[in-house]
């Protein structure tokens, strides 16, 4: 992560950022996950108008499979989500995280973000307590638990 | 089903005896309350009244009829976010409640009627609250209906129109964590009192009292003590101890009576060595004053998150005022209401490991097993405790308190966490945790009926789920209780034999009531999940995954 911490959008400060994720975007070009399809999962809210900037800003596969994000993710995760969605994302009110495959890494950040409000459920927001950073290390810890899921299912199928 | 008769009073006829008890005990508070707590046709408060009994004295509706309830009408608060959760109060046929997001409403209690509805404009800002969309419940009293909001607000209307009488600002959720209110403020006398939520959340918190009449400030009384020795450093600007739930107003004694919320972090004990008052303490508060005359910590430097939110029942026994009060750690304290000394205390829940023993004559814990540092371990209960914060119920009649109750457990490990970057999301100070099943046992759930003095079941009804819905009892002989399925049922008194229940569609967490408009009685259900608890729990509990979200206040009576 060393070149992405040099030119991150995350390091200006806040009412910066948005501006600062869109040109960082330009400027570094968009960075595709070659090794997932992009197919977006139901039920991931998708608030207007943030997809296209975080898009651009996505770590790449290679950083959230990282074991020191993913570690990190976890610490937080249990501190801060676990009492909702219990350690391994297996409680809450939505399917299992394990039993979800090819999660879009944006969408999680995104609903982590911009929090969700579905029927009546109500997750609050927390991207004005948790940075963008620690929050795409939870992300890496529950494609880290999702993707468990995808190998699991992919042996059953015998690949 | 499991039904265990070991113990039953006499019941038949002891109205009267009942009514006499009743009187007798309004008698002194008459001159003081605001409202006519002595009408068996109203609900005047959130637990009915001042004693936390949840017990309606109507009687139209009995064990014979009860088979022929109906509903009557229904009312939609038209947003369902996190459910209904409140208790309605009923005054002189006009039902008033709160909806999601502080929606507040007078009903005609006879036809469903709305008579008007106040839609609080709130701060954006409340989008980032943990606790968020719910409130317990209004408190009508003095011409206003009183209620907290979701950022930080007590505000007062008009009973009679719904318009805004004042609207006093006591939060920044935007910097205090946790500083938004969920349960109805509490009238006493002229003051008007409220606690904030956060136990949970890296905050200090404080009672506010306002001047009923005016909004304007009258005391506020902290609840992280101002003592180095029960909080060393810098501790107590995190340490917790909101009071989330309403407590009670004792016009007898002219007291405030209410339970605060566990210390901050709530499993790590390391930088808060004390005892860390006044966190998971019974407060008795002068509300002229707010001078504190009596108070007993239940759980001195707790590190489990026990919190002493829940409802007090009042009760005179051999002329003595006691308190009886559960804790979420699971042991019930029954306390002089005049001393704060505790005469007994007996264990609610079937699986407990954080102390060997609570002493019954002193309340002291004895033999704590604490959590620690690098090492997981099991505790039971857990933080959801052997009961959620919906009350139960005591009937006169049976002198039988009825409750919900559930088993099951938690992991957990001390892990460091920094306040600074705890923002709105749960200080607990943990490395681990999850819930669990009770070691070498099933997760469970009940409703029993118990002697509150002793402990003594009289008879239990097991749940598939928690129970989270607040209990009623009538004069009618007649047990409500709302599940997690939505089903309310009604229950004999005497015996839990079931006679009736209806399909309300969505799991009950908020109050049962009942009350009487144009001479018939009726049952009145805040139904409609809503909820954290089911998301928390439902790791342990996966039937929780199917629970829907709704929100609709329904009342039942005779065909």
């Known amino acids: 992560m060393k070149i992405m911490k040099s030119i991150s959008p995350f390091n200006f400060p806040r009412a910066w950022r948005v501006a600062a994720i869109a040109a960082w975007g330009v400027f570094a070009g968009?960075?595709?996950?070659?090794?997932?399809?992009?197919?977006?999962?139901?039920?991931?809210?998708?608030p207007a108008g943030v997809a296209a900037v975080v898009a651009s800003a996505i770590p790449s596969a290679k950083d959230l499979a990282r074991p020191d994000w993913i570690d990190g993710g976890r610490a937080r995760f249990i501190q801060t989500c676990a009492y909702c969605h219990g350690r391994e994302g297996e409680a809450g009110k939505t399917p299992p995280f394990r039993s979800h495959a090819n999660w879009d890494p944006k969408d999680i950040f995104e609903t982590i973000s911009n929090g969700r409000k579905r029927g009546g459920n109500v997750m609050p927001t927390w991207k004005d307590a948790i940075p963008p950073e620690d929050i795409w290390k939870i992300v890496a810890y529950i494609k880290f638990l999702a993707a468990d899921a995808d190998q699991a299912a992919a042996k059953e199928r015998g690949g | 089903m499991v039904l265990k008769k070991k113990r039953m009073t006499g019941v038949k006829g002891s109205l009267a005896a009942a009514m006499a008890l009743?009187?007798?005990?309004?008698?002194?508070?008459?001159?003081?309350?605001?409202?006519?707590?002595?009408?068996?046709?109203?609900?005047?408060e959130y637990h009915r009244d001042y004693r936390g009994w949840r017990y309606s004295p109507l009687q139209q509706i009995t064990t014979s009829n009860v088979k022929k309830l109906k509903v009557a009408w229904i009312h939609q608060p038209g947003d369902i976010t996190q459910g209904l959760q409140a208790t309605p109060i009923i005054l002189d046929g006009v039902v008033y409640y709160i909806g999601p997001n502080n929606r507040v409403f007078a009903v005609d209690g006879a036809t469903g009627k709305e008579i008007w509805h106040y839609y609080t404009e709130l701060d954006p800002a409340v989008s980032t609250i943990l606790f968020n969309g719910y409130n317990r419940g209004v408190t009508v009293g003095n011409g206003k209906v009183f209620f907290g909001t979701l950022d930080g607000r007590l505000i007062a209307l008009d009973q009679k129109t719904g318009k805004k009488v004042w609207d006093t600002k006591l939060t920044d959720i935007k910097k205090c964590n946790g500083c938004n209110f969920t349960s109805p403020p509490v009238l006493a006398g002229d003051v008007i009192i409220a606690g904030p939520t956060g136990g949970d959340l890296a905050q200090r918190g404080r009672l506010y009292a306002l001047n009923a009449a005016t909004?304007?400030?009258a005391w506020n009384f902290e609840l992280i003590k101002d003592d180095p020795k029960s909080w060393p450093g810098t501790s107590g600007e995190h340490g917790g101890g909101g009071a989330w739930l309403p407590g009670q107003y004792d016009p007898k004694h002219d007291l405030f009576i209410v339970g605060t919320s566990n210390a901050a972090p709530d499993f790590d004990g390391t930088e808060r060595q004390g005892d860390n008052l006044y966190s998971a303490t019974v407060l008795a508060i002068e509300p002229k004053t707010g001078k504190l005359r009596w108070y007993h910590q239940e759980v001195p430097h707790d590190v489990w998150d026990y919190d002493s939110a829940y409802e007090f029942l009042f009760i005179n026994k051999d002329k003595q005022d006691l308190l009886v009060h559960l804790n979420k750690g699971g042991y019930v304290s029954v306390i002089d209401n005049t001393s704060g000394k505790v005469v007994n205390t007996w264990k609610f829940a079937q699986n407990t490991n954080w102390v060997d023993k609570v002493d019954a004559k002193t309340g002291e814990l004895i033999g704590r097993n604490e959590p620690e540092v690098g090492k997981t371990k099991i505790f039971c209960p857990s933080v959801l405790g052997?009961?959620?914060?919906?009350?139960?119920?005591?009937?006169?009649?049976?002198?039988?308190?009825?409750?919900n109750a559930h088993e099951f457990c938690e992991q957990a490990a001390v892990g460091k966490q920094d306040p600074k970057t705890a923002g709105n999301g749960p200080y607990f100070g943990v490395a681990d945790f999850g819930f669990v099943p009770p070691p070498g046992g099933k997760v469970s759930a009940r409703l029993e009926a118990v002697d509150?003095?002793?402990?003594?079941?009289?008879?239990?009804?097991?749940?598939?789920?928690?129970?989270?819905?607040?209990?009623?009892?009538t004069g009618g002989d007649l047990v409500f209780n709302g599940d997690s399925n939505g089903l309310i049922h009604a229950y004999n008194a005497a015996n839990g034999k079931e006679l009736w229940n209806f399909n309300a569609g969505s799991g009950i967490r908020g109050g049962i009531a009942s009350y009487s408009a144009g001479g018939k009685q009726y049952i009145i259900a805040a139904t409609g999940f809503g909820s954290l608890f089911p998301g928390f729990a439902s790791g342990v509990f996966p039937a929780f995954k199917e629970a829907k979200g709704a929100a609709a206040l329904i009342a039942f009576t005779l065909e």
């Open chain 2, 452 to 473: 509150p003095l002793t402990g003594k079941l009289a008879w239990s009804v097991d749940y598939a789920l928690p129970g989270l819905g607040g209990v009623l009892v």
């Open chain 2, 215 to 217: 909004g304007e400030k």
């Open chain 1, 30 to 46: 968009p960075q595709v996950w070659a090794d997932e399809p992009h197919i977006a999962d139901e039920a991931v809210a998708k």
């Open chain 2, 386 to 403: 052997a009961r959620s914060w919906n009350a139960g119920a005591y009937s006169p009649k049976t002198k039988l308190w009825y409750t």
């Open chain 2, 22 to 44: 009743l009187c007798s005990q309004l008698v002194g508070g008459a001159a003081v309350a605001a409202e006519p707590v002595d009408n068996p046709a109203n609900w005047a």
